[in-house]
């Protein structure tokens, strides 16, 4: 009987021991404004979250995207983050952008009557598995923010 079992066994381990380990998967990340700060000179600060939903980590190298309010454009987002975020995690990106004359009316508007503005981020995102080849993903993400309480001049 053991006899039998034991090349059973050997074969079961043998098998075990060329596998590869554990499936990595490479999923579309995700990107959406946490903060818009308006600056005293009327630069925005603008925080970025790049979210990483694959199972491993991902460096963000370059992104475009345009920020609209309705069929308005609020702001051109260029930038090269060169930012490595671990799997199933996410980061924050700030970039200093120049708004447009609507973008300033319409936050300007959020922020003196205390009320959200809506907003959708569109365009590119480059990025890779931290050990592949780099990728351009589509970027859609629709949502709004609000006056941060206490804060002067910042939406969330």
């Known amino acids: ?16 021991a060329c596998s590869t380990g554990p499936v990595k998967r490479v999923s579309p990340p995700q990107v959406s404004v946490a903060q ?5 000179d009327g630069q925005w600060q603008v925080d970025l979250r790049l979210q990483n939903f694959s199972s491993m980590a991902m460096r963000f190298e370059g992104l475009e995207l345009e920020l609209r309010s309705g069929d308005e454009v609020l702001a051109r987002l260029r930038s090269e983050p060169d930012l490595n975020v671990g799997a199933e995690s996410a980061d924050i990106h700030s970039i200093g952008v120049q708004p447009t004359a609507t973008g300033r009316l319409l936050a300007a508007g959020a922020l003196a009557d205390a009320r959200a503005l809506p907003y959708q981020l569109s365009g590119k995102l480059q990025a890779s598995p931290v050990d592949g080849r780099s990728r ?4 859609t993400f629709r949502s709004s923010l609000h006056p941060a309480p ?3 001049g910042v939406l969330r």
């Open 36 to 40: 818009l700060s308006v600056q005293a």
């Open 136 to 139: 351009e993903y589509p970027i």
């Open 1 to 16: 009987m053991r006899a039998r079992l034991f090349p059973l066994a050997l074969a079961a381990s043998l098998l075990t």
């Open 150 to 152: 206490g804060l002067s």
